[in-house]
């Protein structure tokens, strides 16, 4: 899955010229704060599956590891896909369904 792994450098290579580009008022307290966040997720996922492997690996049968191993390589990017396309069709739908004709805001009544 290297497309995912370039995926994942580009968005964050877009988030630093968004914050440096975009922000005028404080880029410095922006990047620290982006940095921060990143080694925050990674630190969270090292921990996550050092318990995995240590705690939670030897008590679960082999399929049961084997169907969460396959659900998240298989299974989980096209969620990832999905999931989003989904919200944007219903949102969609919810926006065209208001009373007020579309956008949101309701018309006050004077």
């Known amino acids: 899955m290297p497309e995912l792994l370039i995926g994942a450098l580009l968005l964050k290579i877009f988030k630093i010229f968004k914050v440096t580009l975009y922000d ?20 969270v996922t090292g921990c996550f599956s050092y318990f995995w ?15 969460v191993f396959y659900g998240t390589v298989y299974l989980l990017p096209i969620a990832w896909f999905i999931i989003p396309l989904l919200a944007l069709l219903f949102g969609a739908a919810v926006v065209i369904a208001l009373p007020t004709g579309g956008g949101g805001y309701a018309k006050k009544n004077d």
Do not use: A, C, N, Q
């Open 24 to 43: 005028r008022e404080s880029p410095v307290k922006h990047l620290i704060g982006l940095v921060y966040s990143e080694l925050y997720k990674e630190f």
């Open 53 to 67: 492997m240590e705690v939670v690996y030897p008590i679960i049968p082999w399929f049961v590891t084997d169907w």
